[in-house]
């Protein structure tokens, strides 16, 4: 059974940091991905990262202020967010990916975690 835990998130100014972190256990992964979800919208992409190599891809809108990396030793996946805006706002998830391509889309990962909220006050 594949698990995702996600910590790390909280209420924080625009311009703030905050460091979320998904512990993974269960399997041998191929792609770990991080996507958000605001109120009212739907689940977009933020970053994605190849467990193995640790290529990564970015939305264009985190791009240049977030970063994703992988702790191998500690199956742990992290995505340290930078000068934060109100609109970065959502409920953040890290997911599991089918295969190793840094896929954008949700249907692409099969095992989630159950989210962690970040809050960007203006």
């Known amino acids: 059974q594949v698990q995702l835990v996600e910590s790390g998130g909280g209420m924080v100014q625009a311009g703030g940091s905050l460091r979320l972190s998904c512990v993974v256990s269960?399997?041998?992964?191929?792609?770990l991905g991080w996507f958000r979800q605001a109120p009212g919208k739907e689940r977009e992409f933020v970053a994605a990262i190849r467990w193995s190599g640790g290529m990564t891809a970015y939305a264009d809108s985190v791009k240049g202020r977030f970063t994703i990396s992988r702790d191998n030793a500690q199956n742990t996946v992290y995505l340290q967010m930078n000068s934060l805006k109100p609109e970065d706002t959502a409920v953040y998830y890290c997911a599991v990916g089918k295969s190793w391509a840094l896929s954008r889309r949700r249907d692409e990962y099969d095992y989630w975690g159950q989210g962690t909220q970040v809050t960007v006050s203006s």
């Open positions: 269960g399997r041998i992964f191929n792609a």
